[in-house]
Nanobody, 123 residues
Protein backbone atom coordinates (compact mmCIF):
# COMPACT_ATOMS: atom_id res chain seq x y z
CA UNK A 1 0.00 0.00 0.00
CA UNK A 2 1.19 3.54 -0.68
CA UNK A 3 0.05 6.90 0.68
CA UNK A 4 0.40 10.00 -1.48
CA UNK A 5 0.66 13.66 -0.48
CA UNK A 6 0.72 16.42 -3.10
CA UNK A 7 2.25 19.85 -2.61
CA UNK A 8 3.39 22.86 -4.60
CA UNK A 9 0.10 24.28 -5.76
CA UNK A 10 -0.80 27.92 -5.48
CA UNK A 11 -2.06 31.07 -7.16
CA UNK A 12 0.00 32.28 -10.12
CA UNK A 13 -0.44 34.58 -13.09
CA UNK A 14 -0.81 33.33 -16.63
CA UNK A 15 2.57 32.50 -18.16
CA UNK A 16 4.14 31.47 -14.86
CA UNK A 17 5.53 28.07 -13.92
CA UNK A 18 4.87 25.75 -11.01
CA UNK A 19 6.35 22.44 -9.93
CA UNK A 20 4.09 20.06 -8.11
CA UNK A 21 5.46 17.29 -5.93
CA UNK A 22 3.86 14.09 -4.77
CA UNK A 23 5.56 12.36 -1.85
CA UNK A 24 4.83 8.68 -1.36
CA UNK A 25 5.15 6.65 1.79
CA UNK A 26 6.36 3.10 1.87
CA UNK A 27 9.43 1.28 0.64
CA UNK A 28 7.90 0.01 -2.59
CA UNK A 29 7.40 3.32 -4.39
CA UNK A 30 9.71 2.25 -7.22
CA UNK A 31 7.32 -0.60 -8.06
CA UNK A 32 4.48 1.78 -8.89
CA UNK A 33 3.58 3.57 -12.06
CA UNK A 34 2.57 7.11 -11.23
CA UNK A 35 0.25 9.64 -12.82
CA UNK A 36 -1.12 13.13 -12.45
CA UNK A 37 -4.75 13.99 -13.01
CA UNK A 38 -6.64 17.23 -12.59
CA UNK A 39 -10.21 18.24 -11.98
CA UNK A 40 -11.68 21.66 -12.54
CA UNK A 41 -14.96 22.74 -10.92
CA UNK A 42 -17.92 21.17 -12.68
CA UNK A 43 -15.72 19.03 -14.91
CA UNK A 44 -14.66 15.40 -14.95
CA UNK A 45 -11.27 14.27 -13.72
CA UNK A 46 -8.79 14.63 -16.57
CA UNK A 47 -5.56 12.75 -17.30
CA UNK A 48 -2.46 14.92 -17.32
CA UNK A 49 0.60 12.66 -17.46
CA UNK A 50 1.95 9.28 -16.39
CA UNK A 51 5.39 7.77 -15.80
CA UNK A 52 6.36 4.15 -15.46
CA UNK A 53 8.11 2.73 -12.41
CA UNK A 54 11.64 3.25 -13.78
CA UNK A 55 11.02 6.70 -15.19
CA UNK A 56 12.12 5.59 -18.64
CA UNK A 57 8.77 6.12 -20.31
CA UNK A 58 6.19 8.87 -19.99
CA UNK A 59 2.78 9.61 -21.44
CA UNK A 60 0.96 12.95 -21.71
CA UNK A 61 -2.43 14.30 -22.57
CA UNK A 62 -2.09 15.58 -26.12
CA UNK A 63 -3.25 19.07 -25.18
CA UNK A 64 -0.50 19.41 -22.56
CA UNK A 65 2.51 18.07 -24.43
CA UNK A 66 5.33 20.56 -24.51
CA UNK A 67 4.17 22.55 -21.47
CA UNK A 68 4.04 19.89 -18.73
CA UNK A 69 6.76 17.43 -17.74
CA UNK A 70 6.42 14.49 -15.38
CA UNK A 71 9.45 13.03 -13.65
CA UNK A 72 10.26 10.94 -10.60
CA UNK A 73 13.02 10.37 -8.09
CA UNK A 74 12.73 6.87 -6.67
CA UNK A 75 15.41 7.62 -4.11
CA UNK A 76 13.19 10.35 -2.68
CA UNK A 77 9.88 8.51 -3.21
CA UNK A 78 8.62 11.53 -5.12
CA UNK A 79 7.00 12.25 -8.46
CA UNK A 80 6.98 15.74 -9.94
CA UNK A 81 4.94 17.70 -12.42
CA UNK A 82 6.67 20.71 -13.95
CA UNK A 83 4.10 23.06 -15.44
CA UNK A 84 5.23 25.90 -17.69
CA UNK A 85 3.41 28.68 -19.52
CA UNK A 86 0.38 28.21 -17.34
CA UNK A 87 -3.01 29.29 -18.62
CA UNK A 88 -6.23 30.12 -16.77
CA UNK A 89 -7.72 26.90 -18.14
CA UNK A 90 -5.08 24.96 -16.18
CA UNK A 91 -6.87 25.96 -12.99
CA UNK A 92 -7.86 22.78 -11.18
CA UNK A 93 -7.13 20.50 -8.27
CA UNK A 94 -4.20 18.32 -9.24
CA UNK A 95 -4.03 14.76 -7.96
CA UNK A 96 -1.30 12.15 -8.10
CA UNK A 97 -2.15 8.50 -8.36
CA UNK A 98 -0.36 5.16 -8.23
CA UNK A 99 -0.87 1.82 -9.91
CA UNK A 100 1.40 -1.18 -9.77
CA UNK A 101 0.40 -2.74 -13.10
CA UNK A 102 -0.49 -0.05 -15.63
CA UNK A 103 0.41 3.51 -16.56
CA UNK A 104 -2.58 4.33 -18.71
CA UNK A 105 -4.68 7.46 -18.93
CA UNK A 106 -7.88 6.18 -17.33
CA UNK A 107 -8.36 7.30 -13.73
CA UNK A 108 -10.22 4.04 -13.04
CA UNK A 109 -7.06 1.91 -13.18
CA UNK A 110 -5.26 3.75 -10.39
CA UNK A 111 -5.54 2.25 -6.94
CA UNK A 112 -4.09 4.98 -4.74
CA UNK A 113 -4.76 8.71 -4.72
CA UNK A 114 -3.60 11.77 -2.90
CA UNK A 115 -5.96 14.47 -1.66
CA UNK A 116 -4.89 16.96 -4.29
CA UNK A 117 -3.32 20.38 -4.46
CA UNK A 118 -5.07 23.47 -5.83
CA UNK A 119 -3.57 25.31 -8.79
CA UNK A 120 -5.16 28.63 -9.72
CA UNK A 121 -3.98 30.60 -12.73
CA UNK A 122 -5.18 34.19 -13.02
CA UNK A 123 -5.41 36.03 -16.33
Amino acid sequence: QVQLVESGGGLVQAGASLRLSCAASGRTFSRYHMAWFRQAPGKEREFVAAIIWSGSSTNYADSLKGRFTISRDNGKNTVYLQMNSLKPEDTAVYYCAANQYDSGSSWAIYDYWGRGTQVTVSS
